[in-house]
């Protein structure tokens, strides 16, 4: 049985600190993944950026509520519904997804989770557990599932290698140079190509 695991942000929809930072003034709040391979430093950073602004889960929820997955992104899903089994692997939070989620037609995520005050403040993060993405593609490798595995960022590194095959998609130039020998693919369609070629 044949599985495609994909990354979320970046990939299927914008990413959602960006779409903030823009919504905010917040610059500090436009690094992500892409920039930062250690996520624990990275989320520290705009934990801490969230106290300083008084900035609490709903005003986050304010600014995901207006955004929509990128250009192409459910009729890429819908075709890989209808050759596979779909998993999102991300690193996005469950107080985050399910406004995209439903515009992508609920596929299957797993994700992490915000701890969150009485308040509305975002107090700390809790990992569905530790190098998730490269356990659950190894999980589902050992239910003798074949997995293919997308996504952009350095967080996305670890299950594109552990995957049976894979590719980055719309990787950032450094990216790209350092990690050479992963294809890198920029539109849906080459995107698909590989998957097909996978599933074939």
Known sequence: MNLVCLDLEGVLVPEIWIAVSSATGIAELRRTTRDEPDYDKLMRFRLDLLAKHKLKLGDIQRVISGMAPLEGACEFTRAV?????????????????????????????????????????????????????KEAVRAFKSLNMRVFAAGDSFNDLAMIREADAGCLFRAPEPIRKDYAYIPCVDAFNDLLVQINNFLS
């Open 81 to 133: 519904k209808e050759r596979s089994q779909l998993i999102i692997l991300s690193d996005t939070f469950e107080q985050f997804a399910k406004p995209l989620m439903k515009q992508l037609d609920w596929p299957t995520l797993l994700c992490n989770t915000l701890e969150i005050a009485d308040d509305g403040t975002v107090s700390g993060y809790r990992l569905r557990q530790q190098n998730g993405k």
